[in-house]
């Protein structure tokens, strides 16, 4: 990338006769190119309005209660909020946004494994090509939801600036679900082989 | 120097540049990590490193991140405390260039058990009223996704038990059940192995059965009282529970709902003429008893 100097010194001989009033406009109008130009060349960082991952959600023939189709949009759409800010935190190794969808042994987990990478100076960056979540138990009570996902993610992993490896196998996650006050939180969420189930 | 030495020389040293450039590929190749397909958590291990030299190792767990620098050609120590999570792990090696393994850590030995017993009140003699859930987990917490056998022990206050063994899919195992005929505390203890967790539902008497009311008249006054209120199975009800006594005589309809005390329930109406009484408890009717205005 040139240098604010390089840019003005190229725009002056460009013009030839620049005004002083024009040096300072054409100036300034490069030192925001640059900042833009940088600004999109540093790792981006989720912000809550950052896309939600697709998530379809099948609980046909689901044991021993049935799925009531409320249930089924909230848990399908916190449990794209919850990968959207695990994908969030992972890439920028800050664990605030994890408290909302993720509770127990599973945000636990996390914050300790984020913890530690901003300890080592690694992160992920994760592109979510969505979710395929099939239920497979729903306690009768309607404490807890058992769920298998079938994720299509690609997985950047950093140390610091160099990327040392990329992964875009399909990944399967055994996941457990239990209500809260307004939402469903994920309790647990575990990869494991594929074809596990 | 003869020229014949001078040709085996010269064929020599091009030889060894043959052999070199062979050899140099294989120098510039990344250090190989050779991985245990899976392990059971919380297991240390180890693995040889091949090549020379140093290169930074990283291993990504569920919760856990290691990156060090090891010496290539000996063995990689991966200690228990780094492997008790259980679910995938990403191992990366990188020299000269990176290189990535992919290793899954399953969960140890059943150890506890998350027990779930619902509702914590059931009416007695009501089919699949009560549902039992157990969740297996490992010493470190990791949900067991292995086939495991949980028994089921049901003991009633009074009447014989009984147990029912369901294996668990997913590390789940669920039942449902019918609670026995008599009230009172019924023990359920799901047992994995030496894991053994208890729970306890109070079964309560079931709607009420055969209830009965009978008058006794005085001046115009007529005292009503039920005969022990019971369910089918004789359980008395629970003190508190509410009975409603309807009356319709010359001066209109009207209602009474009085609570069980001492496993009867008693009101006293004024009668004005002919008058029917009727006695019922939740939806359940008892008699009716008919006035003719001598009272």
């Not at chain 1, 040139?2 to 109008?29: C, H, M, N």
């Not at chain 1, 794209?80 to 190794?93: H, K, P, Y």
């Not at chain 2, 529970?241 to 209109?252: A, L, N, P």
Request: proline content about 5%; hydrophobic content about 40%.
């Amino acid at each position: 990338m040139k240098s604010v100097p390089d840019i003005t010194r190229a725009l002056e001989k460009a013009s030839g006769q620049l005004s002083e009033a024009g040096f300072v406009k054409a100036a300034a109008f490069a030192i925001v190119a640059c900042a833009l130009a940088i600004a999109q060349s540093s790792p981006q960082i989720h912000s809550p309005q950052a896309t939600l991952p697709e998530v379809h959600l099948d609980a046909d023939g689901l044991t021993p209660r049935p799925i009531e189709q409320l249930t089924g949009t909230t848990i399908a759409r916190h449990y794209a909020l919850a990968w959207r800010d695990l994908a969030g935190a992972l890439e920028s190794s800050r664990t605030e946004g994890l408290s909302e969808e993720f509770i127990g042994f599973a945000k636990d987990r996390f914050m300790q494994r984020i913890g530690e990478q901003k300890q080592t100076g690694v992160h992920v960056r994760i592109v979510d090509h969505g979710h395929r979540l099939k239920a497979v138990f729903y306690s009768t009570d309607g404490t807890a939801m058992q769920l298998l996902d079938e994720a299509q993610l690609e997985i950047e992993t950093f140390d610091g600036n160099k990327l040392i490896d990329t992964q875009s196998a399909p990944r399967e996650y055994m996941v457990l679900m239990t209500p809260g006050a307004d939402r469903w939180y994920i309790r647990d969420l575990e990869e494991v082989p594929a074809k596990s189930f | 120097m003869k020229p014949t030495v001078h040709r085996s020389f010269a064929r020599c040293r091009r030889m060894a540049g043959l052999a070199l450039l062979c050899v140099l590929p294989g120098w510039a190749r990344a250090a190989e990590l050779h991985l245990p397909a899976a392990v059971e958590a919380g297991q240390a291990f180890s693995v040889h490193v091949e090549g020379s030299g140093e290169a930074s190792f990283y291993l990504f767990g569920p919760d856990h991140v290691v990156k060090r620098t090891v010496s290539l050609g000996s063995d990689l120590q991966i200690q228990s405390s780094d492997v008790r999570t259980a679910g995938r792990y990403q191992a990366i090696l990188c020299d000269s260039s990176c290189t990535a393994a992919m290793f899954d850590v399953k969960a140890a030995q059943p150890a506890h058990l998350s027990f779930f017993l619902h509702p914590s009140r059931v009416p007695v003699s009501s089919p699949g009223s009560i549902d039992a859930t157990a969740f297996v987990f490992d010493q470190y917490f990791n949900l067991v996704l292995t086939p495991a056998a949980v028994e089921f022990r049901v003991t009633p206050a009074s009447g014989t038990g009984f147990s029912r063994e369901v294996s668990t899919r997913s590390g789940v195992a669920s039942m449902r059940m019918d609670s026995t005929p008599h009230e009172g505390r019924v023990q359920v203890t799901a047992v994995l192995g030496k894991v053994e967790e208890a729970r306890v539902i109070q079964q309560v008497a079931a709607e009420a059965c055969g209830l009965r009311m009978k008058a006794v008249a005085s001046g115009s006054l007529v005292t009503l009282e039920t005969d022990p209120v019971r369910d089918c199975s004789g359980n008395a009800l629970p003190e508190g529970t509410v009975i409603s006594f309807t009356k319709i005589d010359e001066s209109g309809k009207s209602t009474v709902d009085t609570p069980i005390k001492k496993g009867v329930a008693r009101v006293q109406f004024s009668v004005h003429g002919r008058a029917q009484i009727s006695v019922a408890c939740g939806v359940v009717l008892g008699n009716e008893v008919a006035l003719n205005g001598k009272l």
